[in-house]
Antibody, heavy 119, light 106 residues
């Protein structure tokens, strides 16, 4: 069974930093592109970032480019999102999402971790 | 980048057929995917590559795509189908694009 478990969310002040983690289990982690997708309270879904199976290629949404960095550790079966210069509009649930076959969609989602940016 | 437009809400009686559309001025030559999200839960993939259902998704869920519009059809709607539904398609330049979501009321 595929398992994706996010952690690292919490309350952070504007301008602060946070690192999210996602622990993967139940599949060959190093064979899949992985993603972060977020959802602001009461709002829709927004893709944040993607990283290729090897970690060689990364992509970030314009809204987070230069502030967020996606990375992975394949031996540890872990996905990360380093967030800095956080703003109030970064407040959201952040989901770790598996992308099969490179078709750019999510076939498995974690339960998410809540990030709240507030003073 | 482009935008995917969904109706904010759709209401249907139990047992009826619900259709949720996802449109763009020019839907690119990319597949459309559909997710169901119930309150307090993560999104669940229910349709991939326009028309395919993952294992475990009931047959009453089906997808279609033509021209600038994709449609999610739920036949014989049940109360448990009440949820938010999102369409998604990849932009050729890289990012995923999501529709704004449709709240289905049964």
């Amino acid at each position: 069974e595929v398992q994706l478990v996010e952690s690292g969310g919490g309350l952070v002040r504007p301008g602060g930093s946070l690192r999210l983690s996602c622990a993967a289990a139940g599949f060959s982690f190093n064979s899949y592109t992985m993603n972060w997708v977020r959802q602001a309270p009461g709002k829709g879904l927004e893709w944040v970032a993607s990283i290729s199976d090897s970690g060689d290629h990364t992509y970030h949404a314009d809204s987070v480019k230069g502030r967020f960095t996606i990375s992975r550790d394949n031996p540890e079966k872990s996905l990360y999102l380093r967030m800095s210069s956080l703003r109030a509009d970064d407040t959201a649930i952040y989901y770790c999402v598996r992308d099969p076959n490179g078709y750019k969609y999510g076939d498995s989602w974690g339960r998410g971790t809540l990030v709240t940016v507030s003073s | 980048s482009y935008e995917l437009t969904q109706p904010p809400s759709v209401s249907v009686a139990p047992g009826q057929t619900a259709r949720i559309t996802c449109s763009a001025e020019a839907l690119p030559d990319q597949y459309v995917f559909w997710y169901q999200q119930k309150p307090g839960q993560a999104p669940l993939l229910i349709i991939y590559r326009d028309i395919l259902r993952p294992s475990g998704i009931p047959e009453r869920f089906s997808g279609s795509s033509s021209g600038t519009k994709a449609t999610l059809t739920i036949s014989g709607v049940q109360s448990e189908d009440e949820a938010d539904y999102y369409c998604q398609s990849p932009d050729s330049s890289g990012p995923w694009v999501f529709g704004g979501g449709t709240k289905l009321t049964v």
